[in-house]
């Protein structure tokens, strides 16, 4: 059974602050992963996607992963209380058809 | 190019009944997805498809029926509705080479009663 762990939150983070959100997965064989914003009601919505150790920067966002550790994490720096949605940690297997395994995501809340 | 729709947007069943949900997209993608989330959970797959006429049982199959006669359409089946089916139910499409990433429908959001 692939599980991916986050910590449901709620997360809250002051205006301006880096907001730090984490995931682990079980299943090493891994390939892609990709973080999910999602507002009340809405459906998720694609903010990153990571494929390698290490760092990926875009904008006020930057994705880590360390496969070693089975461990992905989004920084969303100057947090603004737009940023304030559920955030999903998503991973697939592998390339082709692999449907994606979700956590139950971090409520993230960005105080004015 | 409207991405990835669905209907309807909510409804609401009586138990026992049957209904299909749609998804239609314009983007020509190969991969469809439906998926399931319950209030405070993550995404379930419940059914996905490679291509026209190849379709395949994701993590929570059970109830539930799918069909893929097109690229565009990807329609998922309840029959005999129970209340465990209650729940927000989204499409998404995923293209196997360049930009990589899912796109999802808007959902619909549905309840067995």
């Known amino acids: 059974q692939k599980e991916v762990e986050q910590n449901s939150g709620p997360l809250s983070v002051p205006e301006g602050a880096i907001a730090s959100l984490n995931c682990t997965y079980s299943?090493?064989?891994?390939?892609?992963f990709f973080w999910y914003r999602q507002y009340s009601g809405k459906s998720p919505e694609l903010i990153m996607s990571?494929?390698?150790?290490g760092d990926k920067e875009d904008g006020r966002f930057t994705a880590q992963l360390n496969k070693a550790s089975q461990y992905v994490s989004l920084l969303i720096r100057d947090s603004q209380p737009s940023d304030s949605a559920t955030y999903l940690c998503?991973?697939?297997?592998?390339?082709?058809?692999?449907?994606?395994?979700f956590g139950k995501g971090t409520h993230l809340i960005i105080q004015p | 190019n409207a991405g990835v729709t669905q209907t309807p947007k909510f409804r609401i069943l009586k138990i026992g009944q049957s209904m299909t949900l749609q998804c239609a997209q314009d983007?020509?993608?190969?991969?469809m997805y439906w998926y399931r989330q319950d209030p405070g959970m993550g995404l379930k797959l419940i059914y996905y498809?490679?291509?026209?006429?190849?379709?395949d049982k994701g993590e929570v199959p059970n109830g539930y029926n799918v069909s893929r006669s097109t690229t565009e359409d990807f329609p998922l089946r309840l029959e005999l509705a129970a209340p465990s089916q209650t729940s927000v139910y989204f499409c998404?499409?995923?293209?196997?080479?360049?930009?990589?990433?899912?796109?999802f429908g808007s959902g619909t959001r549905l309840t067995v009663v």
């Open positions: 998404a499409t995923y293209r196997a080479l360049g930009v990589y990433g899912y796109t």
């Open positions: 990571i494929y390698s150790n």
């Open positions: 498809s490679v291509g026209a006429g190849i379709t």
């Open positions: 998503a991973v697939k297997a592998g390339g082709g058809a692999d449907g994606l395994t």
């Open positions: 299943d090493r064989g891994s390939q892609s």
């Open positions: 983007m020509n993608h190969n991969y």
